[in-house]
């Protein structure tokens, strides 16, 4: 008699609960009045119905909050590459995907004032003869003149190494090394935009390199002038050649 007398008493106050949105009191209850009717064998399960039905619409409430919450996930990552996409595209040259001016004079900028003293090489290459392969062939035939040239130094360089487009037909290389290594590596750039070459065989291509290495921080216009300077020398000199700052 109790039980019967309880599971009345639950049928009524469950048939009382607010029957809309699904409601976690409501669920609760139906369960307790599921487990009194287990208790009293041969009572219909009407709370058992409420309970399924209740349980399933849970479960569809919870599936679509997740779906939710993954459309949103999905939009901020999505959000996220965009943004990085953007910054990627403002810091890289479109016509050699080197880092561009912008990101390459950031690059200096940080490495300039470092407080270590870690030797860093700052490169100035210049191709010699690029002009003439515009003027001649075309700024798409030159256009592949720098591509070859861009090739050439990432196959050169370390991947923590900065190699950007700094002018035109100009490169700048930022790099942790000693003087003699700097100058080395110069001399191998040098090699490799001669290899290169230009649209024939009577337009060949060269590079004039200045180097310029610190060791203590220094002012980054003096640095920048240092390695122009050497560049500069190297291409009056009939160029082809490296010239240590």
């Known amino acids: 008699p109790r039980v019967g007398d309880a599971l009345g008493e639950g049928r009524r106050l469950l048939a009382e609960v607010h029957t809309g949105e ?16 287990e208790a009293a064998a041969g009572v219909p399960a009407p709370g058992l119905r ?35 996409a953007l910054a990627r595209t403002a810091r890289l040259d479109a016509l050699t995907g080197l880092v561009n001016r912008r990101g390459a004079a950031a690059a200096i900028a940080a490495a300039a004032g470092r407080p270590d003293p870690v030797p860093v090489a700052l490169l100035l290459v210049d191709l010699d003869g690029l002009g003439r392969v515009n003027d001649r062939y ?36 930022l790099a942790s090394l000693e003087e003699g290594e700097a ?6 750039i040098r090699a490799a935009v001669r290899s290169g070459g230009g649209p024939t065989a009577q ?16 002012g980054e216009a003096d640095w920048l002038r240092r390695a122009e300077l050497a560049r500069h020398t190297a291409w009056r000199g009939g160029g082809d050649a490296t010239v240590l700052a």
């Open 183 to 188: 100058v080395a590596l110069a001399d191998r």
């Open 138 to 173: 075309g700024h798409l035939a030159g256009d592949v003149v720098l591509q070859r040239a861009a090739a050439g130094l990432r196959l050169l360089t370390r991947p923590q190494d900065v190699v950007a487009r700094w002018n035109g037909d100009e490169f700048a290389v």
């Open 203 to 218: 337009e060949p291509v060269t590079a004039s390199v200045g180097v310029a290495v610190r060791t203590v921080p220094v």
């Open 22 to 37: 699904y409601r976690a009191d409501r669920l609760a209850l139906a369960y307790e009045v599921l487990r009194a009717e």
């Open 50 to 84: 409420t309970c399924l039905a209740l349980a399933e619409a849970r479960a569809e409430r919870d599936a679509q909050r997740l779906a939710e919450l993954f459309r949103a996930r999905t939009a901020v990552l999505r959000c996220a590459d965009e943004r990085r």
